[in-house]
């Protein structure tokens, strides 16, 4: 048998603790599976006293993660600290550089350095390992990065927030508004005290960024993603979706166009009998688009300690069968130095249209004025609809537009021109209606 993989986690929070736990309670299994045994050498926490539920006496304590990183005796450095900047970023340059094998969850790290981290792995001939960053307990890394040779992609969307989509789920099983739904979310831990990073659609394109350079063999980009949250999401909103067959979910879009790639978080409204639009709760998908295989969706649990450790696990098992001499797959499908600049797409027309909300005032002349600004803007409606929303103060009514295919700059300059036509009451809303089987 193969000498131990020896292992240093930096970082033991919930799923740094889970990690070393399973990785001792399954000892026996892994070892079958690998052909070697797994063993945590080295440890790095803030601090040491914390009770985490599991004995780890035997291994060696680093205060430092990046002295762990450059001195423990490892031959795997998992990073579980978190962030973009700092520690992180320290410790994994630093144990790439001194060649060990390298394994995170870190989504804003990788978007923010992944492609310089990746260079050095690939010069060093070390494996920098990353499923936990997107998509939980999915294994949509693998399955792009290995497993689908011969097929060009060429689309990639999915639910890529648990937080986010427990929130729409229940707002729209339950009637209750999005701030009562965050709460909740909050106490039950799927939310962060701050839940910005999440709800405003940041923690998506982070992933959607890894992806896309998975997808598309271009550097990474999640500066350059259109990007909208699901805070200003409404009970009405939610209603007029289901009255058109529609629900709406948060999706991480990425596709290749004619004039470069495009990448944009928002809410988005799919047809309810489409398979996308059945993933409720925390569990999170991921669709992908290609010309061989046709699409192919991966659905599971997308955050939690025992779906990030399960996917950490995995990274460390493929280490421990691999075997001096062989040939890693490119951290990101293609050899970092050959990735293309990123060249963003304008944003285009695309199958399915808008929804507009407008709250408006009740008086005549308005809805001709809402026609008029749709038709200078050569947008075609598929339907109209009005409902009454007076208030004690001020007659108003709802007006539902549902437009045909068109462009994202047309539906906003037509918007803009409606608001300042002076007839809305209230923030419009718009949101795409996306093609999704």
């Not at 131990?4 to 799923?15: K, N, S, Y």
């Not at 792009?144 to 999915?158: D, I, K, L, P, Q």
């Not at 649990?301 to 450790?309: C, L, V």
Request: aromatic content about 4%; some cysteine.
């Amino acid at each position: 048998m193969a000498e131990a993989l020896r292992v240093g986690i930096a970082g033991l929070g919930t799923v740094g603790a889970s990690v070393a736990r399973v990785l001792r309670d399954k000892a026996a299994e892994l070892t079958r599976q690998c052909g070697r045994d797994i063993v945590v050498t080295a440890v790095s926490a803030r601090d040491r006293k914390r009770d985490r539920g599991i004995d780890l006496s035997a291994a060696t304590w680093f205060d430092d993660p990046i002295k762990l990183a450059e001195k423990a005796d490892i031959d795997v450095f998992v990073e579980l600290i978190g962030g973009d900047e700092g520690p992180a970023r320290l410790a994994v340059k630093a144990a790439l550089e001194a060649g060990r094998h390298v394994v995170t969850a870190n989504k804003a790290l990788l978007a923010k350095h992944g492609v310089a981290l990746a260079e050095i792995a690939e010069k060093k001939g070390v494996l920098l390992n990353y499923e936990a960053a997107v998509a939980g307990g999915i294994p949509v890394i693998k399955t792009m990065r290995e497993a689908m040779a011969g097929n060009a992609v060429t689309r990639v969307f999915g639910i890529l927030n648990g937080t986010c989509n427990y929130i729409l789920t229940r707002m729209e099983a339950e009637g209750i508004s999005f701030d009562a739904c965050l709460k909740d979310a909050q106490r039950l831990g799927y939310a962060e005290a701050d839940p910005t990073f999440d709800i405003e659609g940041h923690d998506t394109a982070h992933k959607l960024s890894i992806l896309t350079s998975l997808a598309f063999g271009t550097k990474i980009a999640a500066n350059d993603i259109y990007m909208e949250g699901i805070s200003n999401i409404t009970q009405a909103d939610i209603r007029a979706a289901a009255d058109l067959g529609y629900r709406i979910k948060l999706l991480g879009v990425a596709q290749r166009t004619d004039s470069g790639i495009e990448q944009r978080v928002h809410p988005t409204m799919v047809p309810t009998a489409s398979v996308i639009a059945q993933v409720h709760g925390v569990t999170n998908a991921v669709a992908i688009e290609t010309d061989i295989l046709g699409e192919l969706l991966l659905s599971g649990p997308g955050a939690g300690g025992n779906a990030t450790a399960s996917a950490v696990i995995g990274d460390i098992a493929d280490i421990a069968k691999s075997r001096p001499g062989f040939q890693h797959a490119p951290v990101f499908g293609w050899p970092a130095k050959e990735l293309k600049p990123y060249k963003k797409a304008q944003m285009r027309s695309h199958a399915g249209g808008y929804f507009i909300r407008l709250t408006v005032h009740d008086r005549i002349g308005v809805f001709a004025a809402i026609a008029k600004r749709m038709a200078d803007n050569d947008i075609s409606l598929e339907s109209i609809v009005q409902q009454a929303a007076g208030t004690e103060t001020e007659a108003q009514k709802t007006v539902i537009l549902v437009t045909h295919e068109t462009t994202e700059a047309a539906v906003r300059k037509a918007v803009e021109g409606i608001t300042k036509d002076g007839h809305l009451t209230d923030k419009p809303q718009v949101i795409r209606i996306e093609r999704a089987e």
